[in-house]
């Protein structure tokens, strides 16, 4: 990937009206309306005949498995709610602009994703000594960087082996859509989205780390294009503020009356608990703690509502910022940091309102 120092180019204006994000209104829903998740797809969505579809699960393992979607839908089944995010989401910040799905903050969503835990299947396996990591192939085939390649990626076993980690076959209550990964996806919470492979065909058990392009080449944190860098895996903390007032069509700056704002949003991290929600109503000059909620019925994998009571002074423009922090010690930086996948930019969110007169 090359840096880019202009405004976008169409190649990643054709990728971004095919993978749109969620609109930061909908934070104000706990689980993410179908439709309004956000979608990451690198080649095409592929046609699957959900009758002829198997899942196989075969390498270093006792016993090979090829399951139908009736097979799956008779076992024992397991209910997530997870906040997913794009590892890259926040990219087109970057200067220069990683040329890539130019995310700016959106890549983000929460799904009460239901199917059958990968361990389960793993045990019927029996996974047999030496094995190192687990490999996950979707039915989508294209061309990167010159590669021709299924989409897949790995797990180390240990990961694979959590009790969370999902082959989710529904979504918020129906089959799992086209663009989600029909008929089966893999459900990685707390991890960046690259991990939850979709349109699930092939799972592997192998001795070697997994050396495929989405793990060598893709989704790596490298400060310059020859350092090897490290592999991402969970998602760093982030807060998000609902845009306040109503938007400019084309600036999308924000207008609101004085008076009391109700300032609202979500916080969520892969690593830990989120600790704190701060917001500044000063553009970073001073920050306050927001109230944050407890982690609720929806679990430990699903971002938490936070709230922060403004009294919006008469007339001028503001700048609202919102930043989180985890138990972990993670905690949002003011500006980007710079890599060259343009991964991970979790820098704190400006949103700038003008207020006018009250009633005027
Ligand atoms: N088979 C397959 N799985 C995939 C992808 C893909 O292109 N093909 N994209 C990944 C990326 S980068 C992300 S962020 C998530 C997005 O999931 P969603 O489109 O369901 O929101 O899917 C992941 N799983
Ligand atoms: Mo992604």
Known sequence: MEGAAGGIGLDELQLAARNHGMPLELLREEVTPIGLHYLLTHYDIPAVDPEAWRLTVGGRVAAELSLS?????RREPLEVVATMECAGNGRARLEPRPVSQPWLLEAVGTGRWRGVPLRSLLEEAGVL?????????????????GVEQDY????PLEEARRGDVL???ELNGVPLPPQHGFPLRLLV???????SVKWLSRISV???PFAGY???QGYRLRREPDDPGEPLTRIYPRALMIPPGIPDFMSRERTLAAGPCRLSGRAWSGWAPVAAVEVSVDGGGTWREAELAAPGELGRWAWREWWYRWEAPAEGRHALMCRASDEAGNRQPDEPVWNVGGY?????QRVIVTVTAPGG
């Open 129 to 145: 000594a030496g094995a190192q990591e687990v490999v996950f192939a979707g039915l989508d085939h294209g061309i990167e960087n």
């Open 152 to 155: 897949a990626r790995s797990l």
């Open 344 to 348: 991970v930019n979790n820098a704190v």
């Open 189 to 195: 919470p707390d991890w960046y989205g690259m991990a």
């Open 69 to 73: 979607l009736a097979d799956l839908r």
């Open 167 to 169: 082959l989710a076959y």
């Open 206 to 208: 192998v001795e070697e």
């Open 214 to 216: 989405q793990q060598e």
